[in-house]
Nanobody, 115 residues
Framework: QVQVVESGGGLVQPGGSLRLSCAAS????????MGWYRQAPGKQRELVAG???????NYTDSVKGRFTISRDIAKNTVYLQMNSLKPEDTAVYYC?????????WGQGTQVTVSS
């Protein structure tokens, strides 16, 4: 069964940190090339960060220097370390294939940045 399970979200104050995890299973997802995406209320889903097969990474401009994507291949898990969080980072965060996401989306994990 194809599955991704995102976790680690929550409510955090501006300037705080969170670490998201994405556990992937099934043949659809290649753990070597995964990305984190987010969707804020009333906005389209957007790419936040991606990691390619040989480890190169890519970030959307608004999170550069604050977010770090990484993976543990042995655990089939991708992480997103988020530091210096801002209210505009509030969104549901999803993981999926990168650079082209599949049609399968997990339930995501809610990140709310608010004082």
């Amino acid at each position: 069964q194809v599955q991704v399970v995102e976790s680690g979200g929550g409510l955090v104050q501006p300037g705080g940190s969170l670490r998201l995890s994405c556990a992937a299973s099934g043949s659809t997802f290649n753990i070597y090339a995964m990305g984190w995406y987010r969707q804020a209320p009333g906005k389209q889903r957007e790419l936040v960060a991606g990691i390619r097969r040989y480890g190169s990474t890519n970030y959307t401009d608004s999170v550069k220097g604050r977010f770090t994507i990484s993976r543990d291949i042995a655990k089939n898990t991708v992480y997103l370390q988020m530091n210096s969080l801002k209210p505009e980072d509030t969104a549901v965060y999803y993981c999926n294939s990168y650079p082209i996401p599949t049609n399968y989306w997990g339930q995501g994990t809610q990140v709310t940045v608010s004082s």
